[in-house]
């Protein structure tokens, strides 16, 4: 019953996060859906240069299923042109092999950096780097801990179309297991921005 919730909710999740994006990523063993809501895109909500984002993942992750909803506040860095940087949280539910119902509450920091545009008519490039760690204190049930670090590059070569290439790390820590490795690996995907 809970699998139907959770693939009915991403189904919703994804139809109402088209308006600012969304995005599929895979390796030889994995697929990963990426959505994210950004304030610019809801007026309303829009009074400063501060930007909101909402964000969700899926992955699957060879027999492993992670999600996540996040939200974080964005703004470019004054006197570092191209730089922004994002500050939040994350709500981390996974499921690995036989231990299910991992839930962890992450912080998260995230910088990006866009390349000054280039000679010959380069379409535009940017790196970013993301980070979330929680400690036993943001873990819930039995779930001791969780980190995970993100690297990505990616270039627009059609106007609001990315591709875009990375490396995870992810680590969900149990009580009473050594091993926490939850997925490693490199991953290339596409995105699409409104």
């Known amino acids: 019953m809970f699998k139907k919730t959770v693939i009915s909710t991403l189904l919703a999740s994804s139809l109402l996060l088209a308006e600012s994006g969304g995005g599929i990523n895979i390796n030889e063993k994995d697929?990963?859906?990426?959505?994210?809501?950004?304030?610019?895109?809801?007026?309303?909500?829009?009074?400063?240069s501060?930007?909101?984002?909402?964000?969700?993942?899926?992955?699957?992750?060879?027999?492993?299923?992670?999600?996540?909803?996040?939200m974080a506040a964005n703004n470019k860095i004054e006197g570092l042109v191209g730089v922004e940087m994002s500050f939040g949280a994350k709500f981390i539910w996974a499921e690995a092999g036989e231990h299910n119902d991992f839930t962890s509450f992450p912080l998260m920091a995230k910088v990006r950096y866009t390349l000054p545009p280039l000679m010959f008519s380069i379409p535009p490039v940017a790196v970013e780097a993301k980070g979330l760690y929680a400690p036993s204190a943001l873990s819930f049930g039995d779930s001791e801990g969780y980190?995970?670090?993100?690297?990505?590059?990616?270039?627009e070569m059609?106007?609001?179309v990315k591709i875009y290439a990375g490396y995870r790390n992810i680590h969900t820590k149990y009580n009473g297991l050594s091993r926490d490795l939850f997925n490693n690996g490199f991953y290339a995907g596409l995105k699409a921005t409104y």
């Open 50 to 70: 501060t930007i909101f984002l909402a964000d969700f993942n899926f992955l699957n992750a060879d027999n492993q299923k992670l999600l996540g909803l996040g």
């Open 31 to 48: 697929v990963e859906i990426e959505g994210t809501v950004d304030s610019r895109n809801l007026q309303a909500f829009q009074t400063s």
């Open 147 to 155: 980190s995970e670090f993100r690297v990505a590059g990616d270039i």
């Open 158 to 160: 059609i106007e609001n």
